[in-house]
């Protein structure tokens, strides 16, 4: 199974919409927050199985606080993060994941990529696809490949653009 795993495109599925042309064939899409657009225009273009989760900035989307997912005999919980304090550390969301017997715990909110691959538990974040905050600033998202017996392994991409114009405070902002 190929799951495409994305966070904080603030408004911007043109990007979101890249990196699914960018990932190729998947069987599932995870967002992790922070949409702030069109989310049945997102679940439309994508085609498969979407889970998306609200973020602080998400008002009136009507998107689930969290969820609770199986896949391939994993058990994977899907958040924002900002209401664990991901700004600060990541041992209230590695507890909460631990506690509730959690293989898999994917957060966003923080724009930076991480990837903590423990005995019990593994806590990601793809990065953002809209404003990176990681050193170099690559817009990141991530690939996580699932098989039959539960095997995880996990991707990071970097959003290819193209080479679309930079408005003018593009220019001036990096």
């Not at 799951?3 to 042309?21: C, E, F, P, T, Y």
């Not at 190729?24 to 225009?41: C, N, R, S, T, Y």
């Not at 990681?134 to 392994?153: H, P, S, V, Y």
Request: glycine share 10%.
């Amino acid at each position: 199974m190929r799951i495409l795993i994305v966070s904080d495109s603030h408004g911007r599925n043109d990007l979101v919409k890249q990196a699914i042309k960018q990932a190729g064939e998947i069987d599932a899409f995870i967002h992790l927050g922070d949409v702030e657009d069109d989310v049945e225009e997102l679940r439309a273009f994508v085609g498969c199985p979407s889970y998306i989760v609200t973020g602080n900035n998400d008002y009136g989307l009507g998107l689930p606080d969290h969820l609770n997912l199986e896949l391939c005999g994993k058990k994977i919980f899907l958040t924002h993060g900002h209401r664990y304090g991901v700004n600060y550390d990541l041992k209230r969301l590695g507890l909460f994941g631990t506690m509730n017997q959690m293989d898999i715990v994917m957060y966003g909110h923080t724009h930076y990529p991480h990837l903590d691959r423990g005995d019990d538990i593994t806590l990601l974040n793809p990065g953002s696809l809209a404003y990176p905050r990681q050193e170099g600033r690559a817009k990141t998202f991530m690939i996580m490949e699932l098989d039959e017996q539960g095997n995880a392994e996990f991707l990071w991409k970097e959003l290819e653009e193209g080479t679309r114009k930079k408005k003018w405070w593009e220019r001036w902002n990096g």
